[in-house]
């Protein structure tokens, strides 16, 4: 499974982004995918998941009402909308995929990652 993510770049505060999750694989929509974020010095944290087959959603609570994670099976792709963007989401949005359930938070449970796109925020 090979995972691309797009659609980072630089925004002024208050602005909106929407990050993509392009996925290689036949059987998308069995999986499970995520996002976390890696601002620098900092650790990975979980921003968002959403399930594979019933499209049950989650948010870290710093993003919740400004992120809406979305899928589109047909397309392999998984979206990030990303609203009120604020300078402390400032960071490197990884996507991340598995198949097995499991805590959606935890970057452990995902065996696919692909490779960033980064996302700044700066006026």
């Known amino acids: 499974v090979q995972l691309q993510a797009s659609g980072g770049g630089l925004v002024q505060p208050g602005g909106s982004l929407r990050l993509s999750c392009a996925a290689s694989?036949?059987?998308?929509?069995?999986?499970?995918i995520g996002w976390f974020r890696q601002a620098p010095g900092w650790e990975r944290d979980f921003v968002s998941s959403?399930?594979?087959?019933?499209?049950?959603?989650y948010y870290a609570d710093s993003v919740k009402g400004r992120f809406t994670i979305s899928r589109n099976n047909a397309k392999n792709t998984v979206y990030l909308q990303i609203d009120s963007l604020k300078p402390e989401d400032t960071a490197v949005y990884y996507c991340a995929a598995k198949v097995k359930p499991g805590p959606p938070a935890s970057s452990h449970g995902y065996d696919y990652w692909g490779q960033g796109t980064l996302v700044t925020v700066s006026s």
């Open positions: 959403i399930s594979c087959c019933s499209g049950t959603t």
């Open positions: 694989v036949r059987t998308f929509s069995s999986y499970y």
